[in-house]
């Protein structure tokens, strides 16, 4: 019997002993985890802020790019407003010039007429004043064709500018300016 009251304890203790050091293998195996977490953790912390310094510059890239695009098409509307109303003040200067050679000529020809008629001039007197007159008729022709020639250099010249604008607008990404509705595609063309 003695043997059975000390075999009692002895087994409990044994189960402790067992229980003791499964607890310890468990913690050893905690201890473990913990320092691999540990240490996971600190080089996440690492990428985190990494990532966290390469997203701040990343925002000052795009405000700088994106200040400097609304820059670029401030400038680019500007200077295309520039060219624009010189083109149409050109067109105005040409068209009054146009307008004033072609008043003139009308002039002359109601004057011309007129002398003639008046004058009741020789056939070879006649016949002179008219060559003369026609070289006059035809260096202001020239005149004419040359203003003519300009004009539409000038209409040329602005299309190619507005067109230029869409592809420099379309290839940077940015809504073309609606030129038809600012009225900034028709140009002043007299005949």
């Keep these: 019997m003695g043997n059975k009251r000390l075999n009692e304890p002895l087994q409990k203790a044994n189960a ?3 229980t003791l050091r499964t607890e310890l293998a468990n913690y050893e195996k905690d201890k473990q985890s913990l320092l691999h977490t540990r240490s996971r953790l600190v080089v996440l912390e690492q990428q985190h802020s990494k990532l966290v ?4 510059k990343l925002e000052g ?5 994106h200040r400097r695009k609304e820059d670029l098409l401030a400038n680019y509307q500007d200077s295309l407003q ?4 010189r083109s149409a003040l050109q067109n105005e200067v040409l068209g009054k010039r146009l307008d004033d050679v072609q008043a003139a000529v009308d002039q002359k020809d109601v004057q011309l007429a007129a002398v003639l008629q008046a004058a009741h001039l020789e056939p070879s007197a006649l ?3 008219t060559s003369q007159l026609e070289d006059m008729l035809k260096t202001k022709n020239r005149a004419i064709k040359d203003l003519h020639f300009e004009l539409a250099k000038i209409a040329t010249t602005h299309q190619d500018v507005i067109k230029a604008y869409e592809r420099k607008a379309q290839g940077s990404g940015l809504p073309p300016l609606d030129l038809e509705v600012a009225g900034l ?3 002043t063309v007299h005949d």
């Design 16 to 18: 402790e002993v067992q």
């Design 53 to 56: 310094d390469d997203h701040r």
């Design 61 to 65: 890239k795009y405000d700088e790019l």
């Design 82 to 85: 520039d060219v624009i109303e």
């Design 127 to 129: 016949e002179m004043v």
């Design 185 to 187: 595609l028709h140009t």
